[in-house]
């Protein structure tokens, strides 16, 4: 069976969508018979560009505060590669900051049963 992963990624609040439907796109978020599945929180992200970078927003040298969402999804390992290439593609940060957790549910799923239509 392949191995699903939860992919997070910080991005900022006018740029969720696009970053969001590039991932959909790729193929991440399949959940059973839905796609473009998603999880979306605020939150305010904190950094400091050092020298030599070129922020998106900010100022080298002092410490910046920006509106971010985190945005959640999962994929196929599989898949990872070409989703990976579209969030970098779409994402306008220079360092992208996101997090690649390998996930149990294919383990345990036969414990949580679909739902029958009501």
């Known amino acids: 069976m392949a191995k699903i992963i939860k992919l997070?990624?910080?991005?900022?609040?006018?740029?969720?969508?696009?970053?969001?439907?590039?991932?959909?796109?790729?193929?991440?978020?399949?959940?059973?018979?839905?796609?473009?599945?998603?999880?979306?929180?605020?939150?305010?992200?904190?950094?400091?560009?050092?020298?030599?970078t070129k922020p998106y927003k900010g100022k080298i040298g002092e410490i910046e505060d920006a509106d971010e969402y985190r945005i959640e999804t999962v994929?196929?390992?599989?898949?990872?590669?070409?989703?990976?290439?579209?969030?970098?593609k779409a994402h306008p940060y220079e360092e992208v900051a996101y997090d690649i957790v390998p996930l149990l549910n294919d383990r345990y799923s036969r414990y949580v049963p679909k739902k029958t239509q009501r």
């Open 8 to 52: 997070v990624v910080y991005v900022p609040s006018e740029d969720e969508e696009e970053v969001r439907l590039a991932l959909g796109k790729a193929g991440a978020g399949r959940i059973g018979n839905y796609d473009y599945c998603s999880f979306i929180s605020e939150g305010t992200g904190h950094y400091r560009p050092l020298k030599g």
């Open 75 to 88: 994929c196929y390992e599989c898949d990872l590669p070409k989703i990976l290439q579209a969030m970098r």
